[in-house]
């Protein structure tokens, strides 16, 4: 299976920060790149996939790129809403694999 | 608006069987692959089973495999997922969630399955 690797693990940051946070993949899975953030006691909720595709609803503010094995989630500013879980998942073996990330959790400074 | 409801989740015991429900609105369930997501409490999260549109291909995570079925009523707009051989590592909240081909649009709020003498 394709494992999935986050970077750090947990971050703190202030309201306006510029964030950014890694994914990596232990074996090339093309653009089939997606994000979740996840805030406690709620489903995680789709943030972008494909990499880069930003999700109806999801501010501009939130940015996806890369390719292969090595992937970024950039927030440009932070909102106070913003501090939260977020979980990258490979799509690369769907539907007969899907894993996730370990997790990021954004924590205000 | 696409509603998933999930429900059947309770405490049992170490080698007993469950089944959990989500009850699926707001969109046209027979078009949409669905998934089961769980989650352990305080850890991440973790694909469990999908399903295919009209159920003909399931896929199941290794730790599941033989254990866990996944199956869907298109006529009652239901997913189900058929928990069998219980064991404590199972514990978690487990989340229907809609597939859009290559990622989950939609999710539920999830139902705990608590696995415990």
């Known amino acids: 299976d394709i494992q999935m690797t986050q970077s750090p693990s947990s971050l703190s940051a202030s309201v306006g920060d510029r964030v950014t946070i890694t994914c990596r993949a232990s074996e090339s899975i093309s653009v089939h790149l997606n994000w979740y953030q996840q805030k406690p006691g709620k489903a995680p909720k789709l943030l972008i996939y494909g990499t880069s595709t930003l999700e109806s609803g999801v501010p501009s503010t939130f940015s996806g790129s890369g390719s292969g094995t090595d992937f970024t989630l950039t927030i440009s500013s932070l909102r106070p809403e913003d501090f939260a879980t977020y979980y990258c998942?490979?799509?690369?073996?769907?539907?007969?694999?899907?894993?996730f990330g370990q997790g990021t959790r954004l924590e205000m400074k | 608006e696409v509603q998933l409801l999930e429900s059947g989740g309770h405490l049992v015991q170490p080698g007993e069987s469950l089944r959990l429900s989500c009850a699926a609105s707001g969109f046209t369930f027979s078009h949409s692959a669905m998934s089961w997501v769980r989650q352990a409490p305080g850890k991440g999260l973790e694909w469990v089973s999908t399903?295919?549109?009209?159920?003909?291909?399931?896929f199941h995570a290794d730790p599941v495999k033989g254990r866990f079925t996944i199956s869907r009523d298109n006529s009652k707009n239901t997913l189900y997922l058929q928990m069998n051989s219980l064991r404590g590592d199972d514990t978690a909240i487990y989340y229907c969630?809609?597939?859009?081909?290559?990622?989950?649009?939609?999710w539920g709020q999830g139902t705990l399955v608590t696995v415990s003498s």
């Open positions: 969630a809609k597939s859009a081909g290559t990622h989950f649009d939609s």
């Open positions: 399903i295919t549109t009209s159920g003909a291909n399931t």
């Open positions: 998942q490979q799509s690369y073996t769907t539907p007969r694999s899907i894993t």
